[in-house]
């Protein structure tokens, strides 16, 4: 066995070399069914965190991965499934994509639609883990395994409340008050 | 289903109060551990489109060669059964020769060079191998601690193949003055594991009369045992 290589912090000048122009489109706005998931990166006393990276990875709408290690088959090539968005000077991000279909889970039941969230910053030694689930799949998040682990106290932190057309508001509170939850993968 | 294994103790505790802006970012909370289904144990496989052969050479960009020690960087992506990381994305950026970032945040007084960016990307091949050439990054002050200094240091990002995997780093040189007092290194609790980014001078990728080698690899985390036992 090799020694794994630890983490280190993002560090603040990120900007430099991991933005890219179109991170934050998994698909180009305006694709038929597209939603928008925005909200704000905020630390403990509330105030935003510029210099964030906020990632997220997701199956495709019929539930599929564009992925050769999924032991149903990769799905389609051609949807990305990743999206990658920096946050501005007000900590906001924002990730256009297709909502993602359900997931049976390898221990019996069905994952609700999520996505996978990554966010790296300065001040962070390694990324903090998320999960964006959709607040309109009420009775899927209801079943969902995850969810199910989650203190129900803490739950909401892990819901984008619906807007209009398609939006998502999904604000990640790095500490305490309403810490957003995060997982240990 | 192969999962990934997790390791234990390996990263900096996020609550690390000598690096002072972890006190309003890092979570209070103890993490949820989180089973690995489908979602974690796949990941962006992003291909050959996001990179071209120049992006490896951060010294040819430009008008002009950037100022500074030139090098080349190589090494390899591997998961800790020493199997190769292929066609996986490689990102870096880092200050300049004079230890200034081409950023808007950093106030150092020291001079950008208008022949540097510090940006540069590559896939790896089917060895798991990513090379760059660019050129040895100055040290900085930072205001953490009084006659607080960076050592010399390139960032790093790394895909590897699924969620599990991602890793974001920095990579050191041999010897730095700075270790001691940096508390961003010295956050990695093992020594042993702390040593595992430094890079090593290596006189068989160094060309001579043009530019110094260094090697440095990089281990991701390996397959571990079956996540859920059948019906379990």
């Known amino acids: 066995m090799r020694g794994l290589t630890p983490s280190q912090t993002i560090g603040p000048f990120l900007a430099i070399g991991l933005p890219w122009p179109d991170g934050p489109e998994v698909v180009p706005a305006g694709t038929a069914g597209a939603i928008t998931i925005s909200g704000r990166v905020l630390d403990g006393t509330g105030d935003p965190v ?12 019929d ?14 090539a051609g949807f990305r499934a990743f999206g990658r968005s920096a946050t501005d000077a007000a900590g906001q991000y924002v990730i256009i994509t297709l909502r993602p279909g359900p ?58 409340v619906p807007g209009e057309a398609g939006q998502f508001r999904f604000d990640i509170r790095l500490q305490d008050p309403q810490e957003t939850v995060f997982f240990d993968v | 289903m192969t999962g990934y294994e997790r390791p234990e103790g390996l990263h900096p505790p996020l609550d690390t109060p000598e690096y002072r802006s972890t006190l309003l970012r890092a979570p209070r909370h103890p993490p949820v551990r989180l089973e690995q289904g489908l979602t974690e144990i796949t990941g962006p496989l992003l291909g050959a489109e996001r990179v071209t052969a120049a992006d490896a050479d951060l010294t040819t960009r430009h008008a002009g060669e950037p100022l500074g020690e030139r090098m080349i960087l190589t090494g390899r992506v591997l998961d800790s059964g020493g199997r190769p990381v292929p066609d996986a994305l490689v990102e870096i950026w880092q200050a300049n020769a004079a230890g ?29 191998r990513y090379r760059f050439v660019t050129i040895k990054p100055g040290a900085y002050p930072w205001r953490n601690h009084l006659n607080a200094w960076r050592p010399q240091h390139i960032h790093f990002s790394l895909f590897g193949r699924a969620f599990t995997q991602r890793l974001i780093t920095q990579m050191y040189f041999p010897g730095d003055p700075l270790f001691g007092q940096d508390p961003i290194f010295n956050s990695v609790p093992d020594p042993q594991a702390r040593e595992r980014l430094i890079c090593r001078l290596d006189l068989d990728v160094t060309q001579p009369d043009w530019a110094l080698g260094y090697v440095w690899d990089i281990v991701l985390r390996g397959p571990a045992a079956t996540v859920f036992e059948e019906g379990a």
């Open chain 1, 103 to 160: 997931l049976p889970w390898p221990g019996g039941g069905t994952e609700a639609p999520h996505l996978d969230v990554s966010v790296f910053a300065r001040g962070l030694l390694h990324r903090v883990v998320t999960r964006i689930y959709l607040g309109d799949e009420s009775e899927a998040n209801a079943a969902d395994p995850v969810l199910g682990t989650v203190d129900p106290a803490r739950r909401d932190t892990l819901i984008a």
């Open chain 1, 63 to 76: 539930g599929s991965f564009p992925h050769p290690d999924d032991p149903r088959g990769a799905g389609p």
């Open chain 2, 100 to 128: 200034r970032y081409n950023h808007q945040v950093d106030d150092h007084p020291a001079p950008l060079d208008p022949n540097f960016d510090g940006a540069g990307r590559c896939l790896t091949d089917s060895d798991g």
């Open chain 1, 50 to 61: 510029p210099d964030a990276l906020v990632e997220t990875w997701q199956a495709a709408p």
